[in-house]
């Protein structure tokens, strides 16, 4: 079941319902003042200006707090916005209300630890405090009915700067998944690059290998054996065709090797070339995918970079099976140290490889919960490759 995803529009614009919450809440001011709601009608246009200037200062710490961080002289604004809400509310009675709410919310957003516990703890009891006081004052309520109201004005009061504190929270949230979305799309971009790059690679490594070396064969063979060089050109186009069919399959990620067919075609690759093969395949068990595919690709490789990187004659290719454990090694006598050094190199498995095929071959091996190791020693260069015969 596909999990519900919000509006776009809410995603992109997640400030709109905050906003429109404030000046919701804000508007409630200048119109009861006007009407008289509590008490006789006010001044409007005082009350107008009033509510323009408590909407701004709450608006502002409410759009820092949804970016999570406090507005550039919050101290000030945040001493205005209480004085304002909360000294004309003796005049005015709960017609001034709204704006305790946006006192409340501010000090939630803006304040920390203890001094934000007392802020918050006076701004509850003063507004309540006031309304029973004044209830009491004008003898029309009993003691418990004035309590009452003085409760709900209490619950509403928590409700609304909830709301408020919620509204600029929910925000940020939404900025952030918005942007982990963002991030996660584009290593997801990302990763699919490296993906095609590392298939393309390996599968088209070889194929072009061949290729080159089939074309070759078939030049030379032209002018003494015209049906050996025909036959060399149309194994060729085989190639191609198989490489073509390679690429299909990689854009649409359906590519899967087979550890048998690698290692005939490597045998037959490296026969083609004139390499002198040796094959020491034991009787495996049934392997899991992870694991035949990571050795699969390692036979690819390694026959690759013998065609590509060295002027090797002899290369044996041995599997062998032990306690749980496959182990792959490919051996010619093609190595090719750099002029100057030792003849010896070695690279462990948690080391990164250099070359795009070596770090392909790690990244399947790694993912296969296994290890490999590259030598070069006495001409030799060795590559091996273990892995678990059932990978989790």
Known sequence: MTPPVAPRWVVRHPLWPLIALHVLLAVQVPVYTTLGMDGPPGNPVAATVACALALCLSLRHSLAASRGERPAGWPWTLAALAILANVPLWWFGSNWQAFTTFALASIVMLLRGRLMLFAVIAQLLHNPAKEVIAMLRDDAHTIPQALLLGAYALFSLILYAGTLVGGARLVRLLNELEATRTELAATAVGEE????????????????????????????????????????????????????????????????????????????????????????????????????????????????????????????????????????????????????????????????????????????????????????????????????????
């Not at 992870?290 to 390692?298: E, G, K, R, V, Y």
């Open 193 to 392: 690059r490296i993906r095609v790059s590392r298939d393309l690679h390996d599968l088209l490594g070889q194929s072009l290998s061949a290729i080159s070396l089939k074309g070759d064969l078939a030049l030379r063979l032209l002018a003494k054996d015209t049906a050996a060089a025909r036959a060399e050109v149309e194994s060729l186009t085989g190639v191609a065709r198989d490489a073509l069919r390679d690429v299909r399959a990689i854009t649409r990620d359906e590519h899967s090797v087979s550890l048998r067919t690698e290692i005939d075609g490597a045998a037959a690759l490296l026969g083609a070339a004139g390499v002198d093969t040796r094959l020491d395949v034991a009787d495996l068990p049934p392997l899991s995918g992870p694991a035949q595919n990571a050795l699969a690709w390692a036979i690819r490789e390694g026959t690759t970079n013998l065609l590509r990187h060295s002027d090797a004659r002899t290369c044996a290719i041995t599997l062998t099976h032990h306690q749980g454990t496959v182990r792959l090694e490919i051996v010619n006598d093609g190595a090719q140290p750099p002029s100057g050094a030792a003849d010896l190199t070695r690279t462990p498995s948690h080391l990164a490889p250099s070359g795009t095929g070596l770090s392909g071959l790690a990244e399947r091996t790694r993912a296969a919960s296994g290890t490999w190791l590259t030598t070069a020693h006495d001409g030799l260069f060795r590559l091996s490759v273990e892995v678990p015969e059932e990978v989790a």
